[in-house]
């Protein structure tokens, strides 16, 4: 099932929570709402299930207008970051109560055995007759998944569907989610504000800030190719460094980056830790060691440059250095952008 959104505008009060969004997810894809609280997301989320009406523009699914469709009759199925399971009910009754609600009927045989199935299929089978207070939380998110499938539906949405679990079994989750879904093949839509999961999980990546989309792509496109400083920062550590450019060239503390199609005047540079190196002996910017963390699979360097700029730089664990060492930041690789305002 295709879905577009088409210039979708949603109002509350005075705030304007989204901005003219426009957005085409095709069938099968998993498409992650990547952006801080306040982005967005959760609302444009909300539009697609019909727990929220549009103020502007429209929702299709496939060829169909379902911009004003009830929420009951548009065949999504939604998975909350808290599982919303009844606490009073078996885990194959909280499974089971979609299809005993729904417009469908199916007799209790039928029902059981879509119980079962999708037990099986979230590897939860003999857990059916406990509690969800008899079972982990990994597991409840499991039971929830399978409760949102059991009404077989033609999309799914997932509101920041792990994010009450620890980090090791938000992990496990994930992976077992993007095997789920190739099994499967249901369109899925879902919000995080955790970069690691969206790029972990998705096919494509919509990048949200204040109501729009600042950039969508896979996560190589995103990664490799942030198209502003807010998606640089946004995507992980990054370190920023004020530079001069002139004749297509950026320059800081003595160290040249090719800066083709930037006025001349000032500018930043962007580097991720992973694109720096620490050495003894020039060329580079020079810089003094002001702490050094260590990890199982490197160190980390914060240095101070010549400039008073602070900078970040991860290193493999043999790299020799101190607090107080002088010495030199190499730039491996680097992202231009002309400076805000």
Same mark, same amino acid.
């Given at each position: 099932?295709?879905?577009?959104?088409?210039?979708?505008?949603?109002?509350?009060?005075?705030?304007?929570?989204?901005?003219? *969004?426009?957005?085409?997810?095709?069938?099968?894809?998993?498409?992650?709402?990547?952006?801080?609280?306040?982005?967005?997301?959760?609302?444009?989320?909300?539009?697609?299930?019909?727990?929220?009406?549009?103020?502007?523009?429209?929702?299709?699914?496939?060829?169909?207008?379902?911009?004003?469709?009830?929420?009951?009759?548009?065949? *999504?199925?939604?998975?909350?970051?808290?599982?919303?399971?009844?606490?009073?009910?078996?885990?194959?009754? %909280?499974?089971?109560?979609?299809?005993?609600?729904?417009?469908?009927?199916?007799?209790?045989?039928?029902?059981?055995?879509?119980?079962?199935?999708?037990?099986?299929?979230?590897?939860?089978?003999?857990?059916?007759?406990?509690?969800? %207070?008899?079972?982990?939380?990994?597991?409840?998110?499991?039971?929830?998944?399978?409760?949102?499938?059991?009404?077989?539906?033609?999309?799914?949405?997932?509101?920041?569907?792990?994010?009450?679990?620890?980090?090791?079994?938000?992990?496990?989750?994930?992976?077992?989610?993007?095997?789920?879904?190739?099994?499967?093949?249901?369109?899925?839509?879902?919000?995080?504000?955790?970069?690691?999961?969206?790029?972990?999980?998705?096919?494509?990546?919509?990048?949200?800030?204040?109501?729009?989309?600042?950039?969508?792509?896979?996560?190589?496109?995103?990664?490799?190719?942030?198209?502003?400083?807010?998606?640089? %920062?946004?995507?992980?550590?990054? %370190?920023?460094?004020?530079?001069?450019?002139?004749?297509?060239?950026?320059?800081?503390?003595?160290?040249?980056?090719?800066?083709?199609?930037?006025?001349?005047?000032?500018?930043?540079?962007?580097?991720?830790?992973?694109?720096?190196?620490?050495?003894?002996?020039?060329?580079?910017?020079?810089?003094?060691?002001?702490?050094?963390?260590?990890?199982?699979?490197?160190?980390?360097?914060?240095?101070?440059?010549?400039?008073?700029?602070?900078?970040?730089?991860?290193?493999?664990?043999?790299?020799?250095?101190?607090?107080?060492?002088?010495?030199?930041?190499?730039?491996?690789?680097?992202?231009?952008?002309?400076?805000?305002?």
């Amino acid at each position: 099932m295709k879905i577009r959104l088409d210039n979708v505008v949603k109002t509350f009060d005075t705030f304007r929570a989204v901005h003219g *969004v426009s957005l085409d997810i095709g069938s099968g894809e998993l498409v992650a709402l990547l952006g801080p609280s306040g982005s967005g997301k959760t609302t444009i989320l909300r539009m697609v299930a019909g727990l929220e009406f549009t103020d502007g523009g429209t929702i299709h699914f496939g060829d169909q207008d379902a911009t004003d469709i009830p929420v009951r009759d548009r065949g *999504v199925g939604f998975v909350f970051q808290h599982y919303a399971l009844f606490p009073h009910m078996t885990v194959a009754e %909280n499974v089971a109560f979609g299809m005993k609600v729904s417009k469908v009927k199916r007799s209790a045989a039928e029902i059981a055995a879509r119980v079962d199935e999708l037990l099986r299929l979230v590897r939860l089978e003999g857990l059916g007759n406990r509690f969800p %207070n008899q079972i982990s939380g990994g597991q409840r998110q499991r039971v929830a998944l399978a409760r949102a499938l059991a009404v077989d539906p033609k999309v799914l949405l997932l509101d920041e569907p792990f994010g009450a679990l620890d980090a090791n079994v938000r992990r496990d989750l994930r992976r077992w989610l993007r095997e789920i879904h190739e099994e499967l093949g249901i369109t899925t839509l879902f919000v995080t504000h955790d970069q690691e999961e969206a790029l972990d999980l998705a096919d494509r990546v919509v990048i949200l800030d204040q109501g729009r989309i600042v950039q969508e792509g896979t996560p190589e496109q995103v990664c490799r190719t942030p198209n502003s400083a807010f998606v640089m %920062n946004f995507l992980g550590d990054a %370190n920023r460094l004020p530079a001069t450019v002139s004749d297509g060239k950026a320059r800081v503390g003595g160290t040249e980056l090719e800066a083709a199609g930037f006025a001349n005047g000032r500018a930043n540079i962007y580097l991720r830790p992973r694109d720096l190196d620490w050495s003894a002996t020039e060329p580079g910017i020079a810089a003094t060691v002001t702490r050094v963390i260590d990890k199982p699979d490197g160190r980390r360097i914060l240095a101070t440059t010549v400039d008073g700029d602070h900078v970040e730089l991860d290193v493999v664990p043999e790299t020799v250095a101190r607090v107080g060492d002088s010495g030199f930041v190499r730039i491996h690789r680097a992202r231009v952008f002309a400076e805000a305002g």
